[in-house]
């Protein structure tokens, strides 16, 4: 079955830096890739998505890449502000199944 | 995406007990359901597939007699912990599958502790 690891597992940066986040997945069926951001005790709540015919997403401060032949993505975060600060999953889907496979999270926190 | 309602959100009690967890889809028909276990400073474990109208989707290791679900409506699934034991104790969270593709949209979760 898919397997899902993601780097770094925390990871502390001063406000206004960049964060990247790296995941590398498994199976080569998997075609779509979510991240998601979950605050302490809250709902994993969805940033951007890729979908495997896209080499590259971005929504304002947020970007993801896709790499399908080294098998791996990764989440771009720029000028970082505190509220950034949050654990982020990434995870790996093969479509068909709806079937999500979450990475470990990467635990995020932006220092004012 | 979808609006996702779980309740209860919170449950504290004695080791024995069964416990129903409620996950609605108020906005979208949802044939498809899931259910997942996260421990403290761990990552979502999907425990079962919902399936409108038909039996659930186990994964390995998660026992279908101990971990009830059932999926009566395209906008009600419900997972219910029997004899729950201390080591139940978890976050449980269920989310709503858009389709093939498509983002999952997760409820609030219902945090359980078992005395």
């Known amino acids: 079955g898919e397997n899902v690891e993601q780097h770094p597992s925390t990871l502390s940066v001063q406000e206004g830096d960049s964060a990247v986040i790296k995941c590398t997945y498994s199976d080569s069926a998997s075609n779509y890739f979510p991240w998601y951001k979950q605050e302490l005790g809250k709902r994993p709540q969805l940033i951007i998505d890729i979908r495997s015919n896209v080499g590259e997403k971005k929504d304002q401060r947020i970007a993801v890449t896709l790499n399908k032949t080294a098998k791996h993505f990764s989440l771009h975060i720029t000028e970082t502000q505190p509220e950034d600060s949050a654990v982020y999953f990434c995870a790996a889907s093969q479509g068909y199944g709806q079937n999500f496979v979450f990475g470990p999270g990467t635990r995020l926190s932006v220092l004012p | 995406g979808a609006v996702v309602s779980q309740h209860p959100s919170r449950v504290i009690c004695k080791s024995g007990t069964s416990v129903k967890i409620e996950c609605r889809s108020l906005?979208?028909?949802?044939?498809?359901m899931f259910w997942y276990r996260q421990f403290p400073k761990q990552s979502l474990m999907l425990m079962a597939t919902s399936n409108e109208g038909s039996k659930a989707t186990y994964e390995q290791g998660v026992e279908k007699d101990k971990f009830l679900i059932n999926h009566a409506s395209l906008t009600l699934s419900t997972l219910t912990v029997t004899s729950a034991h201390p080591e139940d104790s978890s976050f449980y969270i269920c989310?709503?599958?858009?389709?093939?593709?498509?983002?999952?949209?997760f409820g609030d979760g219902t945090r359980l502790s078992i005395l």
């Open positions: 906005d979208f028909q949802a044939t498809t």
């Open positions: 989310s709503v599958g858009m389709g093939a593709s498509q983002p999952q949209h």
